[in-house]
C-alpha cells in the first residue's frame, strides 16, 4: 500500500477528541432542524400536502434495501481481508455501524475495523480492506453523478466530481491490488462493482421518494445527482453520518440542477429522518433477536 494512502487511512480511522466531538453534534443537530423549520415555511407546504405513500415505499422498501447492501459491503470487505463472515454477523456489523456513524467520528468505519480486526485481520490490512468498497462507491458515484450534474447544466462541477471519482477509483484498485486474495479476484471486483453500483442506486431512489412526497416532480439525472452530496459527506468522514453537511450539500446543489433551495433542504432531512427511524426499528430488532453485541 503506498504510503501516504495508509496514512490518510490510518487518520480517517482515528476518532475526534471529545470536546470536538461534542461541539460538532451540537452545531450539526441545531443547524439541520433550524434550517429544516425555514425550508418548511418557506415552501408554503402544510401536512396536508405531504404524500404519504412515498415515505411508506421509502421506509419498508428503500431503508431495508440500504442495511442488505451495508451489510453486503462489510461482506466484501471481509472477502478482501481474507474473511467469510456469514449473513447474520455481517447484518449486526451493519446496524451497528450505521448508529455508530450518527456520533461526531467516521464510526462506519471504525466499527468495520473492529469487526474484521477481531476476526483474526491485522489493523492495517483491516483498515485498507474497509476502504476498498467505501473508495469503489467514491469512484462510482463521482462518475455517474458527475455526468448526471453535467446533464443538469453544471458542466464545471460535473467534471470536478468526475476527476474526483477517478482519483478515488485508482485508490480502490490499488488497495484491491495491495491486500486482496490471489485467487478470486474477478469475481470479488465484479462483486464490489454491483454492491457500490446498487448503493449509488438506492441512495437516488430514498433521494426521489422523498422529494415525491413533497408533491415535487424530479427526474432520475437529479436524483443520482443529489446522491454525490452523500458521496461527499463519507469523504469529508467529520460530522456524524454527513449529519448537516449532508443536508447542506443537498441544498447546495439543488438549485445547479433545477430545484429549489428549500426542496433541497427539505428532501435531505426527510430522508434523514426515514432511515433513522427504520435504523431505530432494525436495531431493537437485532435487541431482541441477538442481544449479544457485536464481538
Known amino acids: 500500500m503506498p504510503t501516504a494512502l495508509r496514512r490518510l487511512l490510518d487518520q480517517r480511522a482515528e476518532p475526534l477528541p ?6 460538532l453534534l451540537l452545531v450539526a ?3 439541520v432542524v433550524v434550517a429544516s423549520i425555514w425550508a418548511w415555511r418557506s415552501s408554503g ?3 396536508d400536502d405531504v404524500e404519504w405513500l412515498p415515505i411508506a415505499v421509502a421506509f419498508a422498501v ?4 440500504s442495511l442488505a447492501l451495508k451489510a453486503a459491503e462489510f461482506r466484501v470487505a471481509a472477502r478482501v481481508a481474507g474473511q467469510r463472515p456469514p449473513w447474520p454477523r455481517s447484518l449486526e456489523v451493519a446496524v451497528v455501524s450505521s448508529a455508530a456513524n450518527l456520533l461526531p467520528l467516521p464510526g462506519s468505519l471504525l466499527v468495520t475495523v473492529r469487526s474484521l480486526s477481531e476476526d483474526g485481520s491485522s489493523y492495517g490490512r483491516a483498515v485498507a480492506s474497509s476502504a476498498v468498497p467505501g473508495l469503489a462507491w467514491l469512484a462510482i458515484t463521482g462518475l455517474v453523478g458527475g455526468t448526471a450534474i453535467i446533464i443538469e447544466g453544471a458542466p464545471v462541477l460535473g467534471v470536478a466530481v468526475i476527476a474526483a471519482g477517478l482519483a478515488a477509483g485508482a485508490g480502490a484498485a490499488a488497495l484491491f491490488r495491495s491486500n486482496a486474495p490471489a485467487s478470486g479476484r474477478a469475481g470479488l471486483a465484479a462483486t464490489i462493482v454491483l454492491v457500490e453500483a446498487g448503493w449509488l442506486a438506492v441512495s437516488a431512489c430514498r433521494l426521489g421518494l422523498a422529494v415525491s412526497a413533497l408533491g415535487v416532480s424530479i427526474e432520475p439525472t ?4 443529489l446522491s454525490v ?5 463519507v469523504a469529508i ?3 456524524p453520518g454527513g449529519l448537516g453537511v449532508r443536508e447542506a450539500l443537498i441544498a447546495a446543489l439543488a438549485p445547479l440542477i433545477g430545484l429549489p433551495l428549500d426542496t433541497g433542504v427539505l428532501l435531505g432531512s426527510l430522508d434523514r429522518v426515514i432511515w ?15 442481544p449479544r453485541r457485536v464481538r
Open 237 to 239: 468522514g467529520f460530522f
Open 62 to 65: 428503500a431503508a431495508p434495501a
Open 18 to 23: 471529545p470536546g470536538i466531538r461534542r461541539t
Open 229 to 233: 452530496a452523500g458521496a461527499l459527506t
Open 29 to 31: 443537530g441545531v443547524g
Open 45 to 47: 407546504l402544510t401536512v
Open 276 to 290: 433513522l427511524a427504520f435504523l431505530a426499528l432494525a436495531a431493537a430488532l437485532l435487541a431482541v433477536v441477538r
Open 222 to 225: 437529479q436524483a443520482v445527482a
